[in-house]
């Protein structure tokens, strides 16, 4: 019994290594958050009921900070509840859009999320979500090169293990040079999510906040990361113009 118990263990801990290398960065990040959210406030009920309260109240307001809700916040510490990423931090419901000749990607500042559409080709209309893997790396020689770098950065999020598991890195075997075409004033408020007219402050905290969700350990892409930096330069230059 002993022996086959082991067995189970090491099986069960392979498959949960596999499913940690394989997960999204960003939901990974918020399941570990939720995680420890449930076990700080379970540790504090037990605490108090123990009758530990110099414990369980700090630990009880650092679990419900972790779920995104701290009481403190209606007491006047709303931004204490910022250092847990908590409830003092309301949606801004902006998205950024960047447009290739096939592909027009949107990523949503509040969760990191990156989603896609197809504008031409035999499936102009569809969502990037409705192809798998292979589906999606077969549109690749039909594709210009920037939207061979968009679908990229698209597989990154969806497929961090694709270029392991791409036979013959289908897509980054294809790549072309990206064109530099000089980028629009209007392209750059679509990308840093702005309204035109916005200030040199709110293109400087879209960009700063953009930048961190495109950081490689929230699946982040170095086109993106580019477009975005190209696109704070054109509106800075716009200003000073």
Same mark, same amino acid.
């Given at each position: 019994?002993?022996?086959?118990?082991?067995?189970?263990?090491?099986?069960?801990?392979?498959?949960?290594?596999?499913?940690?290398?394989?997960?999204?960065?960003?939901?990974?990040?918020? +399941?570990?958050?939720?995680?420890?959210?449930?076990?700080?406030?379970?540790?504090?009920?037990?605490?108090?009921?123990?009758?530990?309260?110099?414990?369980?109240?700090?630990?009880?307001?650092?679990?419900?900070?972790?779920?995104?809700?701290?009481?403190?916040?209606?007491?006047?510490?709303?931004?204490?509840?910022?250092?847990?990423?908590?409830?003092?931090?309301?949606?801004?419901?902006?998205?950024?859009?960047?447009?290739?000749?096939?592909?027009?990607?949107?990523?949503?500042?509040?969760?990191?999320?990156? +989603?896609?559409?197809?504008?031409?080709?035999?499936?102009?209309?569809? *969502?990037?979500?409705?192809?798998?893997?292979?589906?999606?790396?077969?549109?690749?020689?039909?594709?210009?090169?920037?939207?061979?770098?968009?679908?990229?950065?698209?597989?990154?999020?969806?497929?961090?293990?694709?270029?392991?598991?791409?036979?013959?890195?289908?897509? *980054?075997?294809?790549?072309? +040079?990206?064109?530099?075409?000089?980028? +629009?004033?209007?392209?750059?408020?679509?990308?840093?999510?702005?309204?035109?007219?916005?200030?040199?402050?709110?293109?400087?905290?879209?960009?700063?906040?953009?930048?961190?969700?495109?950081?490689?350990?929230?699946?982040?892409?170095?086109?993106?990361?580019?477009?975005?930096?190209?696109?704070?330069?054109?509106?800075?230059?716009?200003?000073?113009?």
């Amino acid at each position: 019994m002993t022996l086959i118990a082991g067995v189970v263990a090491i099986i069960t801990l392979y498959l949960l290594l596999q499913m940690f290398r394989a997960a999204n960065p960003a939901v990974l990040a918020r +399941t570990i958050k939720v995680g420890g959210g449930v076990v700080a406030l379970a540790v504090a009920a037990f605490t108090g009921l123990r009758g530990e309260l110099a414990v369980a109240i700090p630990l009880g307001i650092f679990g419900a900070g972790l779920l995104g809700w701290t009481p403190l916040a209606n007491a006047g510490f709303g931004n204490l509840g910022g250092l847990f990423g908590g409830g003092a931090t309301r949606p801004s419901g902006k998205t950024s859009r960047v447009r290739s000749q096939f592909l027009d990607m949107r990523l949503d500042h509040d969760s990191g999320q990156l +989603t896609g559409q197809l504008v031409a080709g035999p499936h102009a209309g569809r *969502g990037l979500d409705e192809f798998d893997l292979a589906g999606l790396l077969a549109m690749v020689p039909a594709f210009d090169a920037e939207s061979v770098a968009l679908l990229e950065s698209y597989l990154d999020r969806r497929f961090p293990a694709w270029r392991q598991n791409a036979q013959g890195n289908a897509a *980054g075997g294809q790549r072309r +040079t990206v064109a530099s075409g000089k980028m +629009t004033a209007e392209e750059a408020y679509q990308i840093l999510g702005l309204q035109p007219g916005a200030g040199r402050d709110d293109i400087g905290r879209a960009h700063k906040s953009l930048m961190k969700k495109l950081h490689p350990d929230q699946g982040g892409s170095t086109y993106l990361a580019a477009r975005v930096n190209e696109a704070k330069d054109t509106l800075l230059r716009t200003h000073n113009g």
